[in-house]
């Protein structure tokens, strides 16, 4: 996993993450 901002940002963040880390991020909160 690369440099992620803090989960505060929920899923409004901006970053440039590829689908990887997006999909593991969404896992890991939870997918809404």
């Keep these: 996993m ?5 989960v505060q940002v929920k899923y409004g ?11 593991a991020l969404a896992d890991m909160l939870g997918t809404c």
């Design 2 to 6: 690369g440099p992620v901002a803090p």
């Design 13 to 23: 963040y901006e970053l440039t993450v590829t689908e990887d880390e997006r999909d």
